[in-house]
């Protein structure tokens, strides 16, 4: 709604009503020849030096000049639009420099608990190694007599069912 208009009354139309009240003519309307607008590049964009405070309408032959005010240009808006919008970057990278930093802390989080949690579990000592041992090897110094090694049997089995015991009470 802010579309601004003109009428222009020009003196040969005033003195027309005023004369012929009551006489109604007929005219058949000539068309406007249409004026070709100036391209939109031709057009000079008025600075703050150059802008007047009013502007100028021509008016009918024989009326005084008429003025519009003319907005003054909007820079306050714009440098707080600019500096808004400096700020907002400023922002942005910021964020973005916390979501990297994140992103490692995340990832070496990430990292210490897989490696936890799939960490291979160090193998508990076979029980009653010793003993195994000892009867493997006096085996392969008694082949020929096997009953030598009838202590040392009996110590490996006596061991093996103590673990057995311990690891499963109910069977006892």
């Known amino acids: 709604m802010d579309d601004a208009f003109t009428i222009q009354i020009s003196g040969d139309l005033v003195k027309q009503l005023a004369n012929d009240n009551n006489k109604v003519k007929k005219k058949t309307r000539k068309p406007k020849p249409k004026v070709p607008k100036p ?12 802008s007047p405070s009013l502007k100028p309408v021509t008016p009918a032959a024989g009326w005084p000049p008429m003025f519009f005010p003319i907005p003054p240009p909007a820079n306050a808006e714009v440098d707080a639009i600019r500096s808004v919008l400096q700020d907002s970057e ?3 990278e910021k964020l973005q420099k916390k979501e990297d930093e994140m992103v490692v802390e995340v990832t070496q989080k990430a990292k210490e608990l897989h490696d936890k949690e799939f960490k291979l579990p160090q193998p508990k000592p076979m029980p009653c190694l010793t003993e195994l041992t000892a009867c493997l090897d006096c085996y ?13 049997v009996k110590n ?17």
């Open 140 to 152: 392969k110094e008694n082949t020929k007599d096997p009953l030598k090694c009838n202590s040392l």
């Open 39 to 50: 391209p939109q590049d031709q057009i000079k964009p008025a600075t703050h030096d150059e």
């Open 90 to 92: 400023k922002v942005l």
């Open 156 to 172: 490996f089995a006596d061991c093996a069912r103590t673990i057995r015991q311990q690891v499963n009470p109910s069977n006892q």
